[in-house]
């Protein structure tokens, strides 16, 4: 048996069903939960009404308008109206509350992978459904979730065999009975988990668009290339990792095939060199620069807590040996936000050490060479800088991980295609 993992949008294609239909066999589980756009669109609902105290019942007419639109069973439609109405109910209660409440939140986000996974087993003829919070046992460790493996392993053994089953996948439960989140990608966590215990054969994502353009690949080089387009969250592989049981990314762009297998990969298996490049999405590079570096204890740890603090993730470091700068990548949208919080840091002169400090913002993207077979090889960055050089392109600046499994290297946005093009002539 295998694993299947799909990511409902509003705009669920014929074709993309027929794809699903074609692969999923008996004794099967295809994992489902609504992609980013829905996600988005009903969490406007729950802060318009939770946090704004406003009444929000046109705006989920229109969220259940268009979830009909995804499948005309007129059974999935009177199921959607009760499950809506359930959250408008529970919506006007919690307009009541004093303060935003997360678990609230968590309760009502449930509802609508609920919603998904109907809308899918109508979709490919009434399949049964189960709910990833019968399956998977959470309990609290300093406020992250941790699998109760024992309990996990019990619920999941008792899958009904021989038929094909849709689990809503994005939460677990704690044994008191209270809806758990699983973190970041929970429902690919989701599927992993489900494919490790029962052993599948494998766990495959659906996507459009593989974006890697590499046909195999270790669990490494996944995590490796993940910012550049892998669609599977490397925390999210470790149980299938742990299981053995191998990770494939299927293009519904191209029928729905098979385009990547990450696995694990024997010592004879690995090519020296690059085994592949990637691009990052849209960049800037901020510059710290300024003699109140140099030899101030704690002073990254001030600038990191401050953009952490306000949700701004680091994709990128790279500092001087002089300590006089450093210089790390941001999301291009963050990159607004991470201006004015320096901002108000470099002007506050009560803090006298970092007085002498300045920072630059600048557009960049961000071309990374990844492999295996790049670890202890001899002359590696010297081919990926010169033929970089070769073409005239400039490097602003460069960080290579203790590990060796990647070189990543900062350039002016302009300069993106014929960089790629330089690095993928030296694979292999």
């Known amino acids: 048996m295998k694993v299947l993992h799909l990511l409902v949008s509003s705009q669920i294609k014929e074709q993309n069903v ?14 489902v939960s609504p992609d980013k756009k829905l996600t988005a669109q009903f969490k406007a609902i729950l802060d318009k009404q939770l946090v704004q105290k406003t009444d929000a019942q046109s705006e989920i007419s229109a969220l259940v308008s268009t979830i009909k639109t995804m499948c005309g069973d007129a059974a999935f439609h009177k199921e959607v109206d009760r499950i809506f109405e359930r ?21 009502l986000n449930a509802y609508l992978v609920q919603v ?50 849709v689990v809503g996948g994005a939460y677990g439960r704690k044994i008191t009975g209270e809806i ?13 988990i489900i494919a490790s215990v029962l052993k599948a054969e494998a766990v495959r994502f659906y996507v459009t668009g593989a974006g890697v353009g590499q046909n195999r690949l270790s669990y490494e080089e996944a995590a490796q290339c993940f910012s550049g387009g892998s669609p599977v969250y490397p925390p999210a592989m470790i149980p299938a990792r742990n299981a053995g049981v191998p990770i494939q990314v299927a293009d519904f762009a191209q029928d729905g095939k098979v385009q990547i297998t990450i696995s694990e990969m024997r010592d004879s298996e690995i090519t020296k060199g690059i085994s592949g490049v990637f691009v990052s999405e849209p960049m800037s590079l901020v510059t710290v620069y300024g003699t109140g570096l140099l030899g101030s204890v704690g002073i990254s740890s001030i600038i990191f807590d401050l953009l952490a603090k306000n949700g701004i993730n680091i994709h990128f470091i790279s500092q001087s040996l002089s300590e006089y700068s450093i210089s790390f990548a941001v999301k291009r949208v963050k990159a607004e936000l991470a201006e004015q919080l320096l901002k108000v840091l470099v002007d506050d002169k009560k803090q006298t050490q970092i007085s002498d400090l300045s920072f630059s913002i600048r557009p960049v993207s961000i071309v990374s060479v990844y492999g295996q077979g790049i670890k202890n090889l001899p002359g590696i960055s010297g081919k990926v800088y010169t033929a970089l050089g070769n073409e005239g ?12 499994l990647s070189i990543s290297i900062v350039i002016a946005e302009e300069n993106v295609e014929k960089a790629q093009a330089a690095l993928i002539a030296l694979k292999g």
Not at 99 to 105: A, G, I, K, M, R
Not at 184 to 192: G, I, M, P, V, Y
């Open 393 to 404: 392109i400039n490097v602003i600046a460069a960080s290579q991980g203790g590990e060796e």
């Open 180 to 192: 758990s989140e699983l973190g970041k990608h929970s429902s690919e966590l989701t599927a992993n």
């Open 116 to 165: 998904c996974s109907l809308c899918v087993s109508s979709l490919l003829g009434r399949l049964k459904v189960v709910d990833s919070r019968d399956l998977i046992i959470c309990e609290s460790n300093n406020g992250i979730s941790v699998v109760d493996w024992k309990l996990t392993e019990q619920n999941i053994q008792e899958l009904q065999k021989g038929e094909a089953v």
């Open 18 to 31: 027929a794809v699903i239909q074609r692969d999923l066999q008996d004794g099967d589980v295809l994992v």
């Open 87 to 107: 959250v408008y109910g529970v919506l006007c209660q919690g307009m009541s509350l004093s303060y935003q409440n997360d678990s609230l939140h968590t309760y």
